[in-house]
């Protein structure tokens, strides 16, 4: 059965760089079939999707953070990460980390399993 | 960006009733549309995908229909573990967008 958990500091502050890690188990990082990605949702806002990772290092992300985020695998601990720098009290959010699934490749894909999430809080 | 519009952001309802949510692509995205649940300080959970396609363990009171802009959510009769928000997402191409989500409240 597959599990995502989410880890890192609850605390950021403003400036610098919020840093999490996704802990797969139950399935293989390296899969073909799977991307990767991190979502956030703000206090009492919608779903916004970050990016998203291949096993192979391949990274997709949404174009207004593009410019501040990294994310990338870790293939010997089956887990990915996400940097997103230069924070500030916007980015305080819920992160959470989710699998994307492969089954058709004219597509891209849903989040069909999703950890917990995170709050993570920007303040000095 | 395609933006994916749901509506109502919000209703109430009663155990028993019929609900239809809907979500509007700002272009076509073929079927590549998925749903999901949220209820209070919990993840997401998927219900659809492709438009109509349930997920596994979903039960048959949700289902779902529509391709190219437009799409609805139906919830054949509405119980109480079924209030939560609902939201929608397009996967047809990047970035991949949510709508605002639709909060069903009730009654």
């Known amino acids: 059965q597959l599990q995502l958990q989410e880890s890192g500091p609850a605390l950021v502050r403003p400036s610098e760089t919020l840093s999490l890690t996704c802990t797969v188990s139950?399935?293989?990082?390296?899969?073909?079939?799977?991307?990767w990605g991190w979502i956030r949702q703000a206090p009492g806002k919608g779903l916004e999707w970050i990016g998203s990772s291949y096993y192979s290092g391949s990274t997709y992300y949404t174009p207004s953070l593009k410019s501040r985020v990294i994310i990338s695998v870790d293939t010997s601990k089956n887990q990915f990460s996400l940097n997103l720098s230069s924070v500030t009290a916007a980015d305080t959010a819920v992160y959470s980390c989710?699998?994307?699934?492969?089954?058709?490749?004219?597509?891209?894909?849903?989040?069909?399993?999703w950890g917990p999430g995170t709050l993570v809080t920007v303040s000095s | 960006d395609i933006q994916m519009t749901q509506s109502p952001s919000s209703l109430s309802a009663s155990v028993g009733d019929r609900v239809t949510i809907t979500c509007r692509a700002s272009q076509g995205i073929s079927n590549y549309l998925a749903w999901f649940q949220q209820k209070p300080g919990k993840a997401p959970k998927s219900l659809i995908h492709?438009?109509?396609k349930l997920q596994s363990g979903v039960p048959s009171k949700f289902s779902g229909s529509g391709s190219g802009t437009d799409f609805t959510l139906t919830i054949s009769s509405l119980q109480p573990e079924d209030f939560a928000t609902y939201y929608c997402q397009q996967y047809s191409a990047y970035p991949l967008t949510f709508g605002g989500g639709t909060r069903v409240d009730i009654k």
């Open positions: 492709d438009a109509s």
């Open positions: 989710a699998r994307g699934p492969i089954y058709d490749w004219n597509a891209l894909y849903y989040f069909d399993n």
């Open positions: 139950g399935a293989s990082i390296r899969s073909v079939t799977s991307y």
